[in-house]
């Protein structure tokens, strides 16, 4: 295993000191060794993976990382607090939460001032009463942000869309706001009716210094929580990308397009096989984020294309002389399941790069794909002071690994 990057200071949180929060649990142990643990367990859960395959765990520092946050809102009308429920079903306020960007607890207070001002009642869980559920607020490296508020009814989004220019006045960096419908009680973060009140999408400009590229998120997209490390792993992934120079590549669960457009950014940065010569293809089951791919694709001036489907349905459905030479597979914690690893494994198909948020789901994908060497294995730290990680690992085909 790779050595680690070098100790930093023990992270003092005082929510965490008096018993208010305690979702970094980790937080008391050093982060050095909270990685050391977290190569170890990697290590351990897939054991086809050489020492030597190892490359250095990536991480962006154990504070002021989260690029967003999702607060629930508490307390009371004109009085609320932002942050999580506490075990009474409480609010309790996290507003100067260390390992939330600063940009974003910088205006967590305006938000709170913007909410108070509308006078509607927190949601009270035990009771099941009240408006103001959740309040979403994502942050882009131009330091524009997205906020989001879930309420429980429309009379209550009536309200905010009626104080609009009180938001923008208190947030001037919003560049999009929105306002989400649930009215059901259970424990979703949002509902499915969702109604913009300002902006379109907001803008994640990424790439690299040779190639740079805007991601648009749209208000239900999903993104890394770690912009820095997200930055990393598509560099990683578009570095093997290069070395391997497939003349097509499928990027399935390809959300709004980081893996496959920074792949295609690479190789035509590269000057190697260009994006025309490239054919590059990504999958996602959500109509929104393959528009915002388009979007970012047409944009960049790359030759990408993008389709709304089940990544398994579409794999199946596929001609054999239509598959890729290269697979990216990005799923959910759940991984890819026994259908898809199983085909991929009958395939052909001769180099995969599998990324997980998960080694367990990783390891029993990997389990059935026998016919695949890991070349090369990386873990990336997306959510320091947890047991949650990112891992990266390049795949091939074991007459191509050993060639």
Same mark, same amino acid.
């Given at each position: 295993?790779?050595?680690?990057?070098?100790?930093?200071?023990?992270?003092?949180?005082?929510?965490?000191?008096?018993?208010?929060?305690?979702?970094?649990?980790?937080?008391?142990?050093?982060?050095? $060794?909270? %990685? =050391?643990?977290?190569?170890?367990?990697?290590? /351990? #859960?897939? !054991?086809?993976? +050489?020492?030597?395959?190892?490359?250095?765990?990536?991480?962006?520092?154990?504070?002021?990382?989260?690029?967003?946050?999702?607060?629930?809102?508490?307390?009371?009308?004109?009085?609320?607090?932002?942050?999580?429920?506490?075990?009474?079903?409480?609010?309790?306020?996290?507003?100067?939460?260390?390992?939330?960007?600063?940009?974003?607890?910088?205006?967590?207070?305006?938000?709170?001032?913007?909410?108070?001002?509308?006078?509607?009642?927190?949601?009270?869980?035990?009771?099941?009463?009240?408006?103001?559920?959740?309040?979403?607020?994502?942050?882009?490296?131009?330091?524009?942000?997205?906020?989001?508020?879930?309420?429980?009814?429309?009379?209550?989004? $009536?309200? %905010? =869309?009626?104080?609009?220019?009180?938001?923008? /006045? #208190?947030? !001037?960096?919003? +560049?999009?706001?929105?306002?989400?419908?649930?009215?059901?009680?259970?424990?979703?973060?949002?509902?499915?009716?969702?109604?913009?009140?300002?902006?379109?999408?907001?803008?994640?400009?990424?790439?690299?210094?040779?190639?740079?590229?805007?991601?648009?998120?749209?208000?239900?997209?999903?993104?890394?929580?770690?912009?820095?490390?997200?930055?990393?792993?598509?560099?990683?992934?578009?570095?093997?990308?290069?070395?391997?120079?497939?003349?097509?590549?499928?990027?399935?669960?390809?959300?709004?397009?980081?893996?496959?457009?920074?792949?295609?950014?690479?190789?035509?940065?590269?000057?190697?096989?260009?994006?025309?010569?490239?054919?590059?293809?990504?999958?996602? %089951?959500?109509?929104?984020?393959?528009?915002?791919?388009?979007?970012?694709?047409?944009? +960049?001036?790359?030759?990408?294309?993008?389709?709304?489907?089940?990544?398994?349905?579409?794999?199946?459905?596929?001609?054999?002389?239509?598959?890729?030479?290269?697979?990216?597979?990005?799923?959910?914690?759940?991984?890819?399941?026994?259908?898809?690893?199983?085909?991929?494994?009958?395939?052909?198909?001769?180099?995969?790069?599998?990324?997980?948020?998960?080694?367990?789901?990783?390891?029993?994908?990997?389990?059935?794909?026998?016919?695949?060497?890991?070349?090369?294995?990386?873990?990336?730290?997306?959510?320091?002071?947890?047991?949650?990680?990112?891992?990266?690992?390049?795949?091939?085909?074991?007459?191509?690994?050993?060639?």
């Amino acid at each position: 295993m790779s050595a680690m990057p070098a100790s930093l200071p023990l992270l003092q949180c005082r929510y965490f000191d008096a018993g208010e929060c305690r979702s970094c649990s980790l937080i008391e142990t050093p982060y050095a $060794e909270q %990685l =050391r643990e977290k190569a170890e367990r990697c290590a /351990s #859960l897939l !054991p086809q993976v +050489a020492e030597q395959a190892w490359i250095t765990p990536f991480t962006a520092g154990d504070r002021g990382f989260r690029n967003r946050v999702k607060l629930v809102v508490g307390g009371e009308p004109g009085r609320v607090t932002l942050g999580i429920l506490g075990p009474d079903g409480r609010g309790v306020d996290l507003r100067e939460c260390a390992i939330q960007a600063p940009e974003i607890a910088r205006v967590i207070p305006r938000i709170a001032e913007y909410l108070e001002s509308t006078k509607l009642a927190p949601y009270d869980v035990p009771a099941r009463r009240g408006e103001l559920k959740f309040a979403h607020v994502t942050l882009a490296p131009s330091g524009e942000l997205m906020v989001r508020f879930v309420v429980r009814s429309e009379r209550a989004r $009536e309200v %905010l =869309r009626s104080r609009l220019s009180l938001l923008r /006045s #208190l947030v !001037p960096l919003a +560049a999009v706001i929105s306002v989400n419908l649930l009215p059901e009680h259970k424990a979703v973060l949002e509902g499915d009716d969702e109604e913009l009140l300002w902006g379109s999408t907001l803008a994640m400009q990424l790439g690299f210094d040779d190639a740079p590229l805007t991601l648009h998120l749209q208000p239900q997209s999903f993104f890394q929580t770690n912009t820095e490390v997200a930055r990393a792993l598509y560099a990683q992934a578009a570095a093997w990308v290069t070395a391997v120079q497939p003349a097509s590549i499928w990027d399935l669960y390809c959300g709004v397009g980081g893996f496959a457009l920074h792949c295609a950014a690479a190789l035509r940065a590269a000057g190697g096989e260009s994006d025309a010569a490239c054919t590059v293809v990504g999958v996602e %089951l959500s109509e929104a984020a393959i528009e915002s791919a388009k979007r970012s694709s047409s944009e +960049a001036g790359l030759g990408s294309r993008f389709v709304a489907a089940d990544a398994t349905e579409f794999a199946l459905a596929a001609a054999t002389d239509a598959l890729p030479e290269l697979l990216v597979v990005n799923p959910p914690r759940r991984g890819i399941g026994d259908t898809l690893a199983t085909w991929i494994e009958g395939s052909g198909i001769e180099t995969v790069i599998y990324s997980s948020c998960n080694p367990v789901s990783l390891a029993k994908d990997l389990a059935a794909m026998p016919s695949y060497a890991v070349r090369e294995a990386r873990l990336f730290d997306m959510f320091p002071h947890t047991a949650h990680l990112e891992v990266a690992v390049l795949l091939s085909r074991e007459s191509s690994a050993s060639a």
